[in-house]
């Protein structure tokens, strides 16, 4: 599985951004998705995830913010990002997995929030 991540950007604390994944392949409905971020100095953290049946997980920090969606036709996962925080500064990734780890990685899109 090969992923593309874009959507990242510059934007003001309390907007919004809509991140996609893009994954080649004909088995994506069968992976697990996840998004995941990393800030400068900090380790990565895991932000959601999706299962094959929708079934979604949250870090603490966004739950009520970020929505992790996916569109098995499209071969695509999302994840909406609402009501920005500086400190959702981070590069984020998307990533796959079939069994217990994510195996497959995307580049990375940059997300920057501005106080």
């Known amino acids: 599985v090969q992923l593309q991540a874009s959507g990242g950007g510059l934007v003001q604390a309390g907007g919004s951004l809509r991140l996609s994944c893009a994954a080649s392949?004909?088995?994506?409905?069968?992976?697990?998705m996840g998004w995941f971020r990393q800030a400068p100095g900090k380790g990565r953290e895991v932000v959601a995830d999706?299962?094959?049946?929708?079934?979604?997980n949250y870090a603490d920090s966004v739950k009520g913010r970020f929505t992790i969606s996916r569109d098995n036709g499209k071969n695509t996962v999302y994840l909406q990002m609402n009501s920005l925080k500086p400190e959702d500064t981070a590069v984020y990734y998307c990533?796959?997995?079939?069994?217990?780890?994510?195996?497959?990685w995307g580049q990375g899109t940059q997300v920057t929030v501005s106080s």
């Open positions: 990533a796959a997995k079939r069994e217990r780890t994510y195996d497959f």
């Open positions: 999706i299962n094959w049946g929708g079934g979604t």
């Open positions: 392949g004909r088995t994506f409905s069968r992976y697990v």
